[in-house]
């Protein structure tokens, strides 16, 4: 009995470190398993593309000059539109504009003389023109500057201008126009005329005249023109005091220009 108590048992050290088991933790029997079914590795999933939007590029500043160039372009763009759209609302409600007429009722020679000094011949005609306007709604502003001759074959024999005044709507005017003018070295001309009176008995002459006008409606005036007028007679004298007989008168009236 005394020599059980004095029996020693190994009393584990503390210090010293954890035992290492050399048995390996997946069993044999599993890694052989495994290593024979060879299993294929789980499918990976293709992800799209990213996109990427391209990078901006800096805007250009425009110049000033540029800027403003634009601006009188729109400016002017602007400004056709709204005459074209006048135009168009007058044409509706004023319908088209109609050239005036023209005529020649009579004809009266004041003066027909020719003077043998100096080789020079003095004519002085009275015509009476008849202005007629078609319009309904337009009225004619006759302005200053008009000029009207009388033409013998290609001399000039007088000239004088139409009076400026207003012509109304379908209104006739008949204008008493003076011409007065001198013929220079007219020997030649004044027989080429006393052999048209002999031979043919009539005698041709030309009235052409530069008529500028301004059209009005109401208290507005609007655009300006400029007729030109051809006038051809036929008369049978020019003799002075005695009344003088047109024959034939036929007036062409075309539009000169705009301004």
Same mark, same amino acid.
């Given at each position: ?17 954890? $035992? =290492? ?16 079914? $060879?299993?294929?590795?789980?499918? #990976? @999933? ?13 805007? @250009? @500043?425009?110049?000033?000059?540029? @800027? &403003? ?39 009266? &020679? #004041? ?17 009476? &023109?008849?202005? $007629? ?35 109304? $709507? ?11 003018? #001198? &013929? ?9 005329? =006393? ?12 009235? #052409? ?51």
């Amino acid at each position: 009995m005394s020599s059980d108590h004095q029996r020693i048992h190994p009393v584990p050290d503390v210090e010293s470190p954890p $035992h =290492q088991s050399s048995a390996p933790l997946i069993p044999p029997t599993l890694e052989k398993s495994d290593s024979a079914n $060879h299993y294929p590795p789980p499918p #990976t @999933r293709t992800l799209p593309p990213t996109y990427y939007p391209p990078p901006r590029l800096p805007k @250009r @500043r425009r110049s000033c000059c540029c @800027r &403003v160039f634009c601006c009188i372009i729109c400016l002017i763009f602007t400004l056709i539109i709204a005459l074209g759209a006048t135009i168009g609302i007058l044409y509706l409600i004023f319908h088209p504009i109609k050239i005036p007429k023209y005529s020649i009722e009579s004809l009266r &020679v #004041t003066q027909f003389q020719s003077d043998p000094t100096n080789n020079s011949l003095t004519a002085s005609f009275a015509v009476n &023109v008849t202005a $007629h306007n078609p319009n309904k709604h337009i009225g004619i502003l006759y302005l200053s500057g008009s000029h009207l001759s009388a033409w013998y074959r290609d001399t000039l024999l007088c000239e004088g201008a139409l009076p400026v005044f207003y012509q109304g $709507h379908r209104n006739t005017t008949v204008m008493n126009v003076p011409l007065t003018g #001198t &013929v220079n070295n007219a020997t030649g001309m004044v027989a080429t005329l =006393q052999q048209d009176q002999s031979q043919r008995g009539n005698i041709p002459l030309v009235l #052409t005249g530069r008529v500028p006008i301004k059209i009005k409606l109401g208290k507005l005036k609007l655009m300006k023109m400029k007729f030109k007028v051809n006038c051809e007679l036929t008369i049978d004298n020019l003799t002075t005091g005695e009344d003088i007989h047109i024959s034939s008168s036929n007036c062409k009236i075309k539009l000169k220009s705009l301004f």
